[in-house]
């Protein structure tokens, strides 16, 4: 009787839990990165297969997520970016930089399950990590000439640390 009682009682509580929210994202051209290539150039493709633009040669103010699908911290700081970017759109471009994937498609779910709606560039062979280093996730912060001005290694704790980050470092205040 008391497990009778016991499963009655946790059949009521899981259907009084709200489902979890489902977010969406989408690939987004990159057309609206704005870079300088050169011949010494990393350039990278964008992750919906529309034109990329050179890393080395961006132009801010900007923000440059490096992630990869496979990353723990990489999804749990998604949250986020997403937060940021709803307050940041048209001040601060944001920028993803998807690293190390076994395919294409595997960056391309990743954006769609954790509700990107952000340009991310895609780097099918390991050439960025000349520029950017080895270890996601990394987050550069670009001035509007380009210059990098800060660089954060590892997650981000909450959005309040993303914007304080982008006034220190950027000048733009959110």
């Known amino acids: 009787m008391k497990r009778l009682i016991i499963a009655v009682a946790l059949l009521l ?26 011949a ?12 990329g633009a050179s890393i080395d040669g961006l132009k801010g103010p900007a923000i440059i997520n490096v992630w990869g699908s496979w990353c723990g911290p990489c999804k749990e700081e998604m949250p986020i970016f997403r937060s940021f970017y709803k307050k940041a759109k048209g001040n601060v471009a944001l920028i993803g930089v998807d690293v190390e994937e076994a395919s294409i498609e595997d960056g391309r779910s990743f954006v769609k399950d954790n509700g990107i709606t952000w340009p991310n560039l895609f ?41 304080t980050l982008t006034s220190k470092y950027l000048g733009v205040k959110l």
């Open 13 to 38: 509580l899981a259907g009084c839990s709200s489902p979890a929210e489902k977010i969406s994202g989408q690939l987004v051209s990159c057309s609206s990165i704005t870079s300088i290539t050169t």
């Open 123 to 163: 780097d099918a062979d390991g050439k960025s990590r000349a520029y950017f280093g080895m270890g996601v996730p990394v987050t550069w912060f670009i001035a509007a000439d380009g210059t990098v001005t800060y660089k954060h290694i590892g997650s981000l704790k909450n959005e309040i640390e993303l914007i």
């Open 40 to 51: 010494k150039s990393i350039y990278l493709g964008c992750l919906d297969g529309s034109s």
